[in-house]
């Protein structure tokens, strides 16, 4: 079998490859266990590289369809983990990019996998920024209706109906991974407008200050990274017959609040003996006007059913970040 992972060179991307090597099987076009015999990393830059044989790693971009084809559509019945993308600030930015990026890229990965031989299998990333307008319910499930406020929510949207459409004629096997907010993220803050929901842990776990630009009682769902890599594969091995006609799978989701985010770090660090960094006030009224348009709760029963891993506790997704990465990620 070969797997493909596009975005490979970022954090999720990277902990999916390595997860996937310890692993080393994933239900085949077969519907049996069928041994990983390469994993394809293609973004646009890497930061690291891996020491197994297994691995390669193209350096392209989703955009190019040459490519992009040039790693998908040459392989047989490949797995396709579709995790490029443009974040959602920058999205807001560069309205043109994200259209090239997000919806031309993911129609690239798309195309690619329908002419590839035998029957692919993609999962792709969508987000809960599906979601959100002045009719949003309190509570998302996966019969919600998409009403996307954010470019980026809008080109996910789309990027989820394509899947649905391509499956349903049979082009590939999809299914749509429409993820929370993922904490905790290592490294420096990105132009996510949700940057915030990890550095509110990172930084003062670091001894450093997080200048927090919501509300404090800003409730988000978010969920660990440790959860979405295990749901990612989850998702891949179901089988076509459990997901019917909506491909697209909500996961389940912690609602935090950076109060609460506080309240956990601290019961933490005094646990471990960090000195905890402040978390400041720097309201940011793009960022807060962003976050209104995104759902605050997620029923994911649905992902949970056909057998999705909840999340755990809050503060134990805080200490797989510290076993993980330490203090000083």
Known sequence: MNVIITGGGGFLGSQLGQKLLERGHLIGGSGEDETIDEIVLLDARFAKGFDDARVRQVTGDITDRDTVHSVIAVSKSPSVFHLASMVSGECEERF??????????????????????GHSRIVFASSIAC?????MPDLQTDGTRHTPQTTYGMTKAMCELLINDHSRKGH??????RLPTVIIRPGKPNTAASSWASGMFREPLNGEACELPVHRSQC???????????????????????????????????????????SVIREVAAERGIRLGPIVDAFNPRIQGIVDNWPTAIDGARAVRIGMPSPPPLKRIVEEYLEDFGASA
């Open 96 to 117: 043109d990019d994200a259209l090239r990026v997000n919806l031309d890229g993911g129609r690239n990965v798309f195309e690619a996998a329908r002419v590839a031989p």
């Open 131 to 135: 979601f959100g307008g002045e009719n």
């Open 172 to 177: 590939f096997d999809g299914r749509s991974a």
């Open 220 to 262: 988000h769902p978010m969920t660990g990274y440790r959860t979405v890599i295990d749901s990612l594969m989850a998702l891949h091995d179901v089988p076509e017959d459990k997901l019917g006609q909506d491909r697209s799978c909500g996961f389940p989701a912690h609602r935090v609040t950076p109060e609460l985010a506080e």
